[in-house]
């Protein structure tokens, strides 16, 4: 969930490139996540305050959880979050969490996530990479457009297929 509420702000931020990484050195017990986009960014004033949750830049409510949930998370599992911005030209999020913590979230259903996030905003570019230690794979949607040639990510077949291809892939990483 962390990851969706971060690309939605990365999408109402005007992004149309998203990258999603999802970093895990089992040797190093961390477990890291950055979110990137080429959003427009976060000015100095609201960014010293953005993992406040009565900090938000919403005019429908007075509160804004993404980044401060995510940070209690990285807290929680023995570990923080940075957040850097600016202005015109985008955010980065890196949060990074003790791997084995007993509070670390598991990543739930990640393949769907990265699914649901590139049939829903068709027009945005999104790229995944997952690695553990040495081992890493890379989903991009650019990538997969130009071989489906027109075929739209939201076709059912193709959704499912993605899911599992992802699922697969990122299984595959966790294999000694």
Avoid: W
């Avoid at 650019?142 to 599992?164: A, F, Q, S, W």
């Amino acid at each position: 969930m962390h990851i969706l509420d971060i690309v939605q702000n990365s999408i109402s931020g005007g992004a149309s490139f998203i990258e999603i990484r999802i970093n895990v050195q089992t040797d190093k017990n961390v477990f890291e996540i950055t979110i990137v986009d080429n959003g427009c960014g976060i000015d100095e004033e609201m960014l010293s305050h953005v993992t406040d949750p009565y900090t938000t830049t919403r005019t429908t409510r007075k509160v804004g959880l993404g980044l401060p949930l995510l940070k209690h998370t990285a807290e929680q599992a023995n570990g923080y979050i940075k957040v850097y911005s600016e202005k015109d030209y985008g955010t980065k999020v890196y949060a990074v969490l003790q791997n084995d913590h007993i509070d670390r979230p598991d990543l739930g259903d990640i393949a769907g996530t990265i699914v649901l996030l590139a049939t829903a905003n068709p027009k945005i570019e999104i790229k995944y990479i997952h690695r553990v230690n040495d081992k890493q794979y890379i989903f991009e949607t650019r990538e997969i457009k130009e071989v489906l040639e027109g075929i739209p990510l939201n076709e059912p077949k193709i959704r499912n297929y993605l899911k599992e291809m992802i699922s697969e892939n990122i299984n595959e990483l966790y294999v000694m």
